[in-house]
């Protein structure tokens, strides 16, 4: 508590402490911060577009089963007599002892919920891939020219409208009708906005890297930048002597005089909430701390808390755990609203789907480890090893159902379930990062590193890189191809036979749109190719490439996120979803069902024991398994 006795003083007091005191002339105004951030774009709207409009209640699509992780919660609103809670896994909303989940497969326009406001008798909601407007018959939801616009940040409801801050889309505005860009930052369509406030007669916005402004309702009236003030802004509060700047690294006060002082150091903090004379600051691991007169009080928390907020006259902490009531004792968890033992996955940001016949299909997330799912939700485990939580594959060996596991720190290999080896740059292996693995026919097993491509056999380890003719030495995926391993870089596609690289394809002598390759998948015809920016190209067994252009030239195809099927080749891409390719009349079709999230990172094809087939697919945020004729 000793680093923050200064607080209270600061706070309460209005004086200036610590003997760190900046004066900040706010005549000079940030028009730089504008210039840096000025577009070429003319249009004055940011293109929003109605991409979906469906019932509140609307059920989700026919035969397709979702997979959530319902954490961490991260904002709360009161909403037509409705509590709504923002979680990374949808919308919750309790209402009689009912609880109601949406997701993007029930309207809204992307899974991951950021923020919440309500405005008259509608609820906005922010998510990772735009904007849902909510009324008591309708979920309408909106997505913008800009991609950058879609990441909504923070919201913040006024008498004429809602506030609507972007990750890297600028500040926008709607205004009941139509969304446009708020006039006073028309021009800073960049802006990555953090932090939204009322001050004064106007409001303050904080920024990520380029400091708070001070607007009115079509100007710019002042702000802050540099001269002390700690980059990125993570919160903005106004009492009746400060506004109050929250950051990653420290609390920090500006007063009318433009003095700019540090009043709590060594803290994270991420929200803050004003409120009968006490204020509540969400501090990350530290928890909540409640400044009350001259008492402060630390409410420490098991997991993270990102957010506080006041709802129906009590005040809750919202975190990584799920929901906390604030009182004089400490934080009192709230496992019936959502906890940790209401979760079907241990992350939902996956990487990586694999069938393991007969009945088990595993994934791979971003930073949980694998789990499993058996007979479309019953059982299952997670297996998370201490420094290979980072999961780039998982890859079934049909010979002797081995699963691999490649990581940022090596190759994990399970056997029925249970751990058998750790494959390490230690033991052999040319890289640490292994990106892909595959089990060649002879027996032995290769491994795509960020080094060039390790062979393990019964002799061994042995290794090839960008000395023996790679064309690059980080590979990022491997395919047996014609009794060839043909591996993809971040510089071309390489041919391996008899440990010697035989031929290599780049942009400038073959039909690849990109050198970057980070999917390969092949039938005993023909190699099929993504690369992250220019989609998916083939070559036959007589090395001649086919050509597959269509509405996927220019696509960035994710890591490994190739099915190919009988008369199918599914492709997941980063920002466009999911992708078909008809295999006999060539021509690509795009998902037209919803999906978690547009950026979809994996791929399977799954029967379970019940013997129901579905397309497995793995996205950022969540898994759902869907029904023949989902995707053509």
Request: glycine share 14%; charged share 20%.
């Amino acid at each position: 508590m000793g680093k923050y006795k200064t607080a209270l003083a600061a706070i309460v007091g209005a004086a200036i402490v610590g003997g760190f005191v900046i004066h900040l002339s706010l005549d000079r105004r940030v028009q730089d911060v504008i210039e840096e951030t000025r577009t070429e774009a003319l249009e004055v709207s940011p293109g929003a577009e109605l991409v979906g409009e469906m019932d509140f209640y609307a059920p989700a699509p026919d035969g397709v089963q979702s997979f959530f992780r319902l954490l961490p919660a991260a904002d709360m609103v009161s909403w037509n007599e409705r509590l709504v809670l923002a979680t990374g896994g949808g919308l919750l909303i309790y209402k009689d002892g009912v609880r109601l989940h949406l997701s993007s497969l029930n309207g809204l326009p992307g899974t991951e919920v950021t923020c919440l406001a309500t405005w008259l008798d509608q609820l906005l909601v922010g998510t990772t891939d735009g904007l849902a407007i909510l009324d008591e018959k309708t979920v309408r939801s909106y997505r913008f020219a800009d991609a950058k616009a879609n990441h909504i940040s923070c919201l913040l409801s006024t008498d004429s409208g809602v506030l609507i801050g972007t990750q890297g889309g600028g500040l926008l505005h709607y205004d009941g009708s139509s969304i446009g860009y708020h006039p006073a930052l028309r021009d800073a369509r960049e802006l990555m906005v953090s932090a939204l406030s009322f001050r004064d007669d106007g409001f303050a916005v904080g920024t990520w890297r380029s400091g708070v402004f001070f607007i009115d309702d079509s100007s710019i009236v002042g702000g802050v930048r540099g001269q002390g003030l700690i980059d990125p802004v993570t919160a903005l509060l106004e009492t009746d002597s400060n506004l109050l700047i929250g950051s990653p690294v420290a609390l920090q006060a500006l007063k009318a005089d433009g003095g700019l002082s540090v009043i709590m150091p060594d803290v994270n903090v991420s929200s803050m909430l004003l409120g009968d004379g006490a204020i509540w600051i969400a501090a990350g691991s530290d928890g909540v701390i409640t400044l009350d007169g001259e008492d402060m009080t630390f409410s420490p928390a098991r997991d993270e808390i990102m957010n506080v907020r006041s709802v129906g006259g009590e005040v809750y902490a919202l975190g990584v755990g799920g929901v906390s009531r604030v009182t004089e004792e400490g934080l009192e968890p709230l496992p019936e609203y959502v906890s940790s033992q209401d979760q079907e996955l241990v992350d939902n940001h996956l990487t990586s789907l694999a069938a393991a016949p007969p009945d088990k299909l595993w994934i791979g997330t971003f930073e949980k480890g694998v789990q499993t799912i058996e007979s479309f939700g019953d059982g299952g485990e997670a297996f998370l090893e201490p420094d290979f939580g980072a999961v780039n594959r998982v890859v079934p060996n049909v010979a002797d159902g081995k699963i691999y596991v490649a990581t940022n720190r090596g190759a994990l290999v399970y056997s029925s379930g249970v751990l058998i080896d750790a494959v390490t740059r230690e033991d052999g292996l040319i890289g640490e990062a292994v990106f892909d693995v595959l089990p060649l026919a002879g027996g032995e097993v290769a491994y795509a590193t960020n080094k060039g491509v390790t062979i393990q056999g019964a002799g061994g380890f042995r290794s090839l890189y960008a000395f023996h003719g790679l064309v690059n030495n980080h590979v990022y995926c491997l395919a047996e191809f014609q009794g060839k391993i043909a591996a993809g870089t971040l510089g071309g596609l390489s041919f391996i036979e008899d440990d010697r690289v035989i031929k290599s394809y780049t942009m400038d002598d073959s039909p690849l749109r990109h050198n970057w390759i980070n999917a390969l998948v092949a039938s005993p015809e023909t190699l099929y190719v993504g690369s992250f920016g220019g989609g998916v190209v083939a070559l036959t067994g007589e090395m001649e490439w086919l050509d597959l252009s269509g509405p996927m030239d220019k696509a960035n195809v994710n890591p490994h996120a190739l099915l190919l099927e009988a008369d199918r080749l599914y492709a997941g891409v980063f920002g466009q979803g999911l992708y078909s390719l008809n295999l006999e009349s060539g021509k690509w079709s795009a998902c037209r069902g919803p999906l978690p999230s547009r950026n979809v990172t994996g791929l399977a094809r799954w029967t379970g024991v019940g013997g129901r087939e579905s397309l497995a697919i793995a996205t950022d945020a969540g898994l759902i398994m869907a029904g023949p004729g989902y995707v053509e």
